[in-house]
Every structure is written in C-alpha cells, then in structure tokens.
C-alpha cells in the first residue's frame, strides 16, 4: 500500500467513531437519523461501529441532516495545503468551478445555472455523468425523458445517451457534478431520491 492510499484508510478508519460522536452530541437517536437520512438503522450502526466503509452518498445524506460539512464528518488530515485554487470560467454563460487539479480520472464541478428559459440541446458522448442538485432546480432531458430536479435529488446516466441541462426558467441553480471517463464509473448511490437511465448494452 503506498502512502496515499495508507493515509485515505486512516481517515476512512475514523470516520466512524466521528459520526458516533456527532450523533451522541446531538442527542439523535439511530431511529430518528433513520428517518430523518432513509439509511437503515442496521447501516448506520454498522458505520458508526466501522464494520461499514463510508460512501460518498451516505456522507452526502449525513452531512445534510447533521447540516455540518462534509469535511467535518470525514476530519481529512491535512496535508501541505489541500486547497485546489482552480480558477472559475463560464460556459454559454454558466459559471464552472473546477474541483479537481487532475487532468485525468474523475472531473468534479460546482456549476451555478442561471436564470432563463433555453431551448434544449441534447448531445451525447462517451462516459457516465453524476448530478446532486445543491440549490434551486434544474431541468435536465435524457434522451426522450425531461425531468425538473429540486436539492438533494441526484440525477445518474450514460452520457452516450443524449443530454442536456439547464434552468427550467425561475430561478438559478447550484449543482455538483462529477464526470468518469470511459473505464472508469464510479459507484455512486444515493437514499436520496434518484433518477437513472440504464446504460445502453
């Protein structure tokens, strides 16, 4: 195991007993974090007790209801200095926010849509796409199906199918996205709610 991989285990290994602790300060119990995430509470306490390795969309749905950051929940160590200080651009008048330094592997976005009504242009193009709307809604078109998301929904597809993404017309929208290139999807769920289109065979 190299040094990277031995740190990323070290901070997995604690998040557990981070979670346990953030719980019992708040006096919530594993029934009412249940209800509150739609985690089972045999998951949860197997998380807290790290017989479960936390997944991005667990943290994602206990970072919400706790309404703490997820960088308070995982306690990742640091190291030099983390920050990525990516400069912001816009596209067809979208601000980006890169997330991400590496030019390869997975490609992370925080993007703002604006205001205003446009005419769809769905295209398609090798790779999977994963979208966690922060704030306000997005319409998003897959193919022949056209759905309007709202915070906390997730939206999960096959880029080969044809996209598109934008401000259903009331009012802006903060999302993030995460793009995988061919070879490499990420395993990304969610118990929050969720659109999939199936993969073409």
Same mark, same amino acid.
């Given at each position: 195991m190299d040094d990277t991989s031995a740190a990323?285990?070290?901070? !997995?290994?604690?998040? /557990? @007993?981070? !979670?346990?602790?953030?719980r019992t300060q708040r006096r919530i119990? !594993? $029934?009412?974090? $249940?209800?509150?995430? /739609?985690?089972s509470k045999s998951t949860l306490s197997r998380?807290?007790? /790290?017989?479960?390795?936390?997944?991005?969309?667990?943290?994602? @749905?206990l970072s919400q209801a706790y309404r703490v950051p997820l960088d308070d929940l995982v306690g990742a160590p640091e190291v030099g200095d983390p920050r990525v200080r990516l400069k912001p651009g816009r596209v067809k008048g979208r601000a980006v926010i890169p997330l991400t330094r590496q030019p390869d592997g997975l490609q992370v976005w925080k993007i703002v849509i604006p205001t205003g009504k446009v005419e769809p242009e769905p295209r398609?193009?090798? /790779?999977?796409?994963?979208?966690y709307v922060l704030s306000g809604h997005m319409r998003l078109v897959l193919g022949d199906q056209d759905w309007v998301l709202g915070p906390g929904e997730v939206a999960e597809f096959d880029t080969r199918v044809p996209h598109w993404f934008g401000s259903p017309g009331a009012e802006p929208a903060e999302i993030l996205s995460i793009f995988a290139r061919p070879g490499e999807r990420m395993n990304v769920r969610t118990p929050a709610p969720h659109h999939e289109v199936p993969s073409r065979p």
């Open positions: 990323i285990t070290g901070v !997995l290994d604690q998040v /557990g @007993a981070r !979670l346990k602790r953030v119990t !594993l $029934a009412d974090l $249940a209800d509150t995430t /739609g985690i998380l807290e007790n /790290g017989q479960r390795r936390p997944t991005l969309e667990l943290l994602l @749905a398609g193009h090798d /790779g999977h796409e994963w979208i």
